[in-house]
């Protein structure tokens, strides 16, 4: 299990959400919701690294072992942004592959054009990224997000550049995965119809010192 307790962020020694508690189990995604600024997107990247003036507070467990401050949950985690990120030198294929260095390079082509061709981008692999459409382009940081099979996917709204129908199939491969692989989801996402059909949906509230 995915275990948070009492964890909340401080920047600059200024708390920015009231601490929360709660428990993901494998193949569930928790969803985060609350208004613009209150932190939501600072707690995802501070699972993953360091951040000047940024503390991450109370405690978080992956699977019975506590979080290693130093790593964080680095090591573990694929993250897929509000913007695709990708390299403009490196190809389609080659921007997935930046994420499987932990896999078989025998593993590497088979898996990105699986990915490619699940989420409508089939025959794409050479493709110079920049040259796609910006709805492509978020398909591509999913699919890199998706390859080494992540045990914590966090998801700092992803849908947002996406039309109605790349929206479900992009949610499709998303929650498919985790629900197949039986890892984890952080979801951050103000549209109430981008959660997942279950799963805990927490708000973050202003923090009473704060207030």
């Given at each position: 299990m995915?275990?948070?307790?009492?964890?909340?962020?401080?920047?600059a020694?200024?708390?920015?959400?009231?601490?929360?508690?709660c428990?993901?189990?494998?193949?569930e995604?928790?969803?985060?919701q609350?208004?613009?600024?209150?932190?939501?997107?600072?707690?995802?990247?501070?699972?993953i690294?360091?951040?000047?003036?940024?503390?991450?507070?109370?405690?978080?467990?992956?699977?019975?072992?506590c979080?290693?401050m130093?790593?964080?949950?680095?090591?573990?985690?694929?993250?897929?942004?509000?913007?695709?990120?990708l390299?403009?030198?490196?190809s389609v294929?080659?921007?997935i592959?930046?994420?499987?260095h932990?896999l078989?390079?025998?593993e590497?082509?088979y898996?990105i054009?699986a990915?490619l061709?699940?989420?409508?981008?089939?025959g794409m692999?050479?493709?110079?990224?920049?040259?796609?459409s910006?709805?492509?382009?978020?398909?591509?940081?999913?699919?890199?997000a998706l390859?080494?099979?992540p045990?914590?996917?966090?998801?700092?709204?992803?849908?947002?550049?996406?039309?109605?129908?790349?929206?479900?199939?992009?949610?499709?491969a998303?929650?498919?995965?985790?629900k197949?692989?039986?890892?984890?989801?952080?979801?951050v996402?103000?549209?109430v119809?981008?959660?997942?059909?279950?799963?805990?949906?927490?708000?973050?509230m202003p923090s009473?010192?704060?207030v």
């Amino acid at each position: 299990m995915l275990i948070l307790d009492k964890v909340s962020v401080k920047r600059a020694n200024r708390l920015l959400f009231q601490p929360v508690s709660c428990v993901i189990k494998p193949g569930e995604i928790l969803t985060l919701q609350g208004e613009s600024g209150r932190g939501k997107s600072t707690l995802l990247h501070a699972l993953i690294h360091e951040e000047p003036q940024v503390e991450l507070v109370g405690q978080v467990r992956l699977d019975g072992q506590c979080m290693n401050m130093s790593d964080r949950l680095s090591e573990c985690a694929q993250t897929v942004f509000q913007d695709p990120m990708l390299f403009s030198h490196l190809s389609v294929g080659a921007n997935i592959a930046l994420s499987m260095h932990r896999l078989p390079r025998s593993e590497h082509e088979y898996r990105i054009n699986a990915l490619l061709n699940q989420l409508g981008l089939d025959g794409m692999a050479r493709e110079d990224p920049f040259c796609l459409s910006r709805g492509q382009m978020m398909r591509v940081a999913v699919a890199r997000a998706l390859a080494p099979h992540p045990r914590l996917l966090l998801l700092d709204e992803p849908f947002s550049a996406l039309d109605t129908e790349t929206r479900e199939q992009v949610k499709t491969a998303l929650f498919g995965q985790i629900k197949n692989d039986q890892s984890y989801g952080i979801l951050v996402t103000h549209h109430v119809e981008d959660r997942p059909p279950k799963g805990e949906c927490v708000c973050l509230m202003p923090s009473l010192s704060n207030v």
